[in-house]
């Protein structure tokens, strides 16, 4: 396996499909992306795998989708607008911009803990410690200033009337405020979890590592609702959950982290963040926590509404507590992305750049490749619609059937399938495994089954 570098990465995902840069012909956005015609398969088969697990397989599982701009006050309970901020630096030598918690982190190789630092404690730590710039090098920072990442936006006509509202930053506040709602429609009883899958947007102005921190990204959010008393056995079980979702995806165990967080904020009662082991370094795909019933009180505070649920056996009135958990879809894809990329030495010494990825999440399931296109391409686009009723399909005439493997093999395509002049007259046709590089002959008759198979 070769060794994995982000510029390689960037560019293969650009080549071929997979992401493009935002707004490209104008010069780009800065951290804004593209997902192109691969990149969107990809992102609809890890959604549906998590969707399968979180709710759809799940017994007092609901999903919803609510809209991104909300109340304002929904932003004020949830304490959004009073302090979503990053403590920011600039370098006074090269004017480049960072934030001071990720310069600690990173100079002290993780071993220094920003979470547990006033912002008084940064300062000193980046003064005392000669912490140099990433780019320039020489350590000459501004002192920290708070910025806050809500994107906000106005709504009414004319100035005088307008109000200010703000995207989402997380979707996690669209559960809380339906979950009476979802409650009531659905005869739920706690405990019970809401799901959810869409945009959040964050004004982030740190460099962002390609899609791993973006200013329009999208969360799979889930609120799990139970009693107190109950929260610490739900919060073990998701965290376990994590791990089997990433385990789905084709991630090994040990490119995963647990980290369990020492300061918690005064509401939450534990929190731990997922790590995986991106070329860049290891970092955050995933929270959960454990929220109490913080959220819904606010809720119930700042709407005046009650947040309480009865208990249809005790008769019993509370609020529940809630087990987040908040994964970063561009985060899951960009690590089974960099899981999967590889340059591969061949036994004839030729080199193929290869994505290993499970066939579950590949854009393509399979190739149909006519051998000849004068005289195959027929019989090849008849069996191309034949298999695309059933798998995402692709098809490619042109170039030697060589070069036509290679460029699957680039894609993640795990079968191509060959039309050849005997499957004319005898109905078989060649595949040919990604992985092993292996063909074998087989009826068409076979063909959905043997792919099938493969997926499954
Ligand atoms: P970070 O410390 O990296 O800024 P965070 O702790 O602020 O992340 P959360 O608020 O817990 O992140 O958001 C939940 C999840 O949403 C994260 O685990 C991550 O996967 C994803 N996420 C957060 N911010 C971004 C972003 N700017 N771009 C892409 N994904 C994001």
């Known amino acids: 396996m070769a060794e994995k570098n982000m510029e390689q990465i960037v560019a293969h995902c650009k080549n071929t499909g997979f992401i493009f840069p935002g707004s490209e012909i104008y010069g780009g956005l800065a951290n804004s992306w593209d997902y192109g015609p691969l990149g969107i398969e990809l992102k609809n088969n890890i959604k ?5 697990k979180f709710v759809q397989n799940r017994e007092n599982s609901y999903g919803i989708d609510c809209a991104i ?12 607008v009073a302090s979503f901020s990053d403590p920011l630096v600039d370098c006074k030598e090269c004017k480049a911009r960072f934030r001071a918690d990720n310069l ?36 000459n920072f501004t ?35 339906n979950f009476l709602n979802v409650q009531r429609t659905m005869r739920a009883k706690v405990p019970f979890g809401i799901g959810q899958i869409g945009k959040a947007f964050r004004n982030e102005i740190t460099p962002g590592n390609f899609t791993f921190r973006q200013i329009e990204f999208e969360q799979m959010e889930y609120q799990f609702f139970c009693h107190e008393g109950e929260d610490e056995k739900y919060y073990q079980e998701f965290k376990q959950k994590s791990k089997e979702f990433f385990m789905a995806l084709g991630i090994p165990e040990n490119k995963l982290k647990f980290h369990d967080h020492d300061k918690l904020a005064f509401y939450a009662k534990a929190a731990c963040d997922v790590y ?20 819904l009180t606010r809720h119930q ?16 009135k509370f609020i529940p507590y809630v ?56 019989k090849a686009h008849e069996l191309f619609a034949d298999l695309a009723k059933d798998f995402r399909t692709t098809y490619d005439e042109t170039g030697s059937i060589g070069k036509r493997y290679r460029r699957q093999d680039q894609i993640g395509t795990p079968l191509c399938v060959t039309v050849d002049y005997d499957t004319l007259n005898d109905n078989c ?28």
Not at 346 to 362: F, K, N, S, T, W
């Open 143 to 177: 002192p920290i200033r708070e910025f806050n990442l809500l994107f906000q936006t106005h709504r009414g006509v004319t100035k005088e009337s307008q109000q200010d509202i703000y995207l989402r930053p997380e979707t996690a506040q669209g559960e809380y405020v």
């Open 429 to 456: 046709v060649t595949v040919r495994d990604r992985d092993t590089m292996e063909q074998i002959r087989l009826p068409i008759s076979e063909l959905k089954a043997h792919i099938k198979s493969i997926i499954e």
């Open 301 to 316: 505070e700042y709407s005046g509404k009650s947040m309480q649920y009865l208990d249809p056996v005790t008769n019993e």
């Open 276 to 295: 995986y082991e991106f070329p860049f370094g290891w970092d955050e795909v995933n929270g959960i926590h454990n929220r109490t019933n913080y959220d």
């Open 323 to 378: 087990i987040e958990n908040s994964y970063g879809l561009d985060r899951a894809i960009l690590a089974v992305i960099c899981n999967s990329y590889d340059r591969e030495k061949l036994p004839d010494g030729e080199e193929r750049e290869i994505m290993r990825i499970i066939p579950r999440l590949a854009p393509f399931k399979v190739a149909v490749l006519p051998l000849i296109k004068k005289d195959l391409a027929e």
């Open 48 to 52: 549906k795998i998590w969707w399968e």
């Open 69 to 80: 701009l909300m109340n304002p006050r929904v932003w004020e309970a949830s304490g959004h």
């Open 104 to 139: 600690i982190s990173d100079f002290s190789n993780h071993s220094v803990n920003p979470d547990l630092m006033t912002r008084e404690e940064m300062s000193k730590y980046l003064e005392e410690n000669h912490v140099p710039c990433p780019l320039c090098k020489k350590s």
